[in-house]
Nanobody
Framework: QVNLVESGGRVVQAGDSLTLTCDAN????????IGWFRQAPGKDREFVAA??????VYDDSVKGRFTLSRDNDKNAVHLHMNNVIPEDTAIYYC???????????????WGQGTQVTVTS
């Protein structure tokens, strides 16, 4: 069982950049596929991006603006968010699973989330 903790969420202006971090303890993140999801007020949780040991996938809404990277030395995964827009406002969650099938779903380990607010 891997325990996940997100950090880095804050209030930013449209066009700014920020990086969210998913830290892990209890197991090595390299063994897992890591997904990022977000939930805006009044909306369902939605897929943002995911990284396995084979590939990285992004939702169309963030493609070209967000990138994922692994920091194996720190047992973490970073979500780099560039040129943010107000529609990116949400609670961001990282999640982990051991397989690399359908990176948009099937996660069974979740963090508590970190709030990102983008002002116009």
């Amino acid at each position: 069982q891997v325990n996940l903790v997100e950090s880095g969420g804050r209030v930013v202006q449209a066009g700014d950049s920020l990086t969210l971090t998913c830290d892990a303890n209890g197991d090595t993140l390299r063994r897992y596929s890591i997904g990022w999801f977000r939930q805006a007020p009044g909306k369902d949780r939605e897929f943002v991006a995911a990284i396995s040991w084979i590939t990285t996938v992004y939702d169309d809404s963030v493609k070209g603006r967000f990138t994922l990277s692994r920091d194996n030395d720190k047992n973490a995964v970073h979500l780099h968010m560039n040129n943010v827009i107000p529609e990116d406002t949400a609670i961001y969650y990282c999640a982990a699973k051991k397989d690399s099938n359908d990176l948009r779903s099937g996660y069974d380990n979740w963090g508590q989330g970190t709030q990102v607010t983008v002002t116009s």
